[in-house]
């Protein structure tokens, strides 16, 4: 089965940098386009970055651009967000998104997520 499985959360100062990775099974990672969402409480999840199938595109959303990288290691079938320049308003659950292709179509897949908190 598909398996999603985020790590590298905790807690950071404002300012500080983490790395998230999630680690993929139980699809074929090199077909699939990967995201990262996040949700605060109170709040909607949200879209925090994408990454295509080979890795040569990536998008972001405007308030983590030049903060946030999205990047992957297809031989690991790993995908990372790297995340500079902490603000509190960063502070969420993480979660990794694949877009799994299959006869019907895509099917979203889901991590467990993993906790991000920038507190002083």
């Known amino acids: 089965q598909v398996q999603l499985v985020e790590s590298g959360g905790g807690l950071v100062q404002p300012g500080g940098s983490l790395r998230l990775s999630c680690a993929a099974s139980?699809?074929?990672?090199?077909?699939?386009?990967m995201n990262w969402y996040r949700q605060a409480p109170g709040k909607e999840r949200e879209l925090v970055a994408t990454?295509?199938?080979?890795?040569?595109?990536?998008n972001y959303v405007d308030s983590e651009k030049g903060r946030f990288t999205i990047s992957r290691d297809n031989a690991k079938n790993t995908v990372y967000l790297q995340m500079n320049s902490l603000k509190p308003e960063d502070t969420a659950v993480y979660y990794c998104?694949?877009?799994?292709?299959?006869?019907?179509?895509?099917?979203?897949?889901w991590g467990q997520g993993t906790q991000v908190t920038v507190s002083s």
């Open positions: 990454i295509s199938s080979d890795g040569r595109r990536t």
């Open positions: 998104n694949a877009e799994v292709r299959n006869f019907f179509g895509i099917q979203y897949y």
């Open positions: 139980g699809f074929t990672f090199s077909s699939a386009a």
